[in-house]
């Protein structure tokens, strides 16, 4: 037995939908109870737009000539959605000025105009998140650390933990707002040879979004061992043959050895040498001395 049109309703989800930007959202419309509607006509509407229509659906296909411009080829039904009474609207890439209350309307008769209209899909809010990265700023005797997100709606918080979950001081610089979006950025600094691992989180309560990275800081061995593998192969040109250095590890102790050869390698002997000293810093390493005996 088919239920009277008296005892069709349409049903909504109960609570704001929270959309992100990039990622598509539903707005929730059934018809209850339940039976297809691919033969009716259907309505989305949001009534500060002008015109007003977000999608529209007649006879077994979309009519997109009187959708508002803001939202052609952007929203779409479920395919078999109507079929099973499900008139739920798939908003794709959604933008901040989609913020709103939208309406669902279902024309079951066109000769005597018998509707069901309800305002069903509140976009309460419309966010943006991006992941945050992580970056060594600069290496002197301390090593500094950059967070940095971009395009986050609205503005987030960022904190830094370290591996005991203890909130680690940092520098917060001022954010950055473009076009309605926020970028945030923060230093950390800590010691050279400390062997911990420190994540920057970013969290925004109103849209519920929380996104995390980190890092870890290997300890003494292998910074000295990341030092000289950029150091390996340097050399320094003197009056006549080249002076070639030649770096060795041994814990967290540097020893360099000369030599002289000649254009053709051919190792001659280093006479006439003097004491030298040479201290130098690549950006983002640190500082490294040596000495030629």
């Known amino acids: ?71 052609k080829e952007r929203t779409e039904l479920f395919e078999q959605g109507p079929e099973k009474g499900d008139m739920s609207l ?21 000769s005597s105009q018998f509707s069901l209209e309800v305002p069903v899909g509140k976009l309460d809010f419309i966010g943006a998140v991006s992941e945050p990265q992580i970056t060594l700023e600069r290496s002197l005797d301390k090593l500094v650390f950059k967070c940095e997100v971009r395009n986050w709606y609205p503005k ?23 076009d309605e979006y926020f970028s945030i950025v923060s230093r950390i600094t800590v010691e050279m040879w400390a ?28 910074l000295v061992k990341f030092t000289m593998i950029i150091a390996e192969s340097l050399s320094i040109a003197l009056k006549g043959p080249m002076c070639r250095l030649h770096i060795f590890k041994s814990s967290c102790l540097i020893k360099i050895s000369a030599k002289t ?10 006479s006439n040498t003097r004491h030298s000293r040479y201290e ?14």
């Open 1 to 71: 037995m088919c239920p009277s049109l008296g005892e069709l309703r349409l049903t909504g989800q109960p609570e704001p939908v929270v959309g992100l930007v990039g990622q598509q959202c539903v707005l929730s419309c059934r018809l209850q109870p339940a039976e297809s509607v691919a033969d009716k006509s259907v309505e989305w509407t949001r009534a500060d737009l002008d015109p007003t229509y977000v999608l529209i659906y007649r006879q077994r296909r979309l009519e997109p000539k009187e959708v508002n411009p803001s939202f």
């Open 90 to 110: 798939k908003l794709n890439y959604p933008k901040l000025s989609d913020t709103g209350t939208y309406t669902c309307k279902l024309v079951m008769d066109v």
């Open 156 to 178: 987030p918080e960022m904190e830094w933990r370290d591996s005991k979950e203890q909130i680690v001081p940092h520098e917060d610089i001022s954010p950055v707002q473009d």
């Open 195 to 222: 062997s911990d691992n420190y994540t920057c989180t970013v969290r925004q309560l109103g849209i519920r979004e929380t996104r995390k990275t980190n890092f870890t800081v290997p300890g003494k061995s292998a």
């Open 261 to 270: 050869v000649d254009s053709k390698d051919n190792v001659l002997p280093c």
């Open 280 to 293: 130098g810093s690549r950006a983002n390493h640190s500082r490294f001395i040596f000495h030629i005996n």
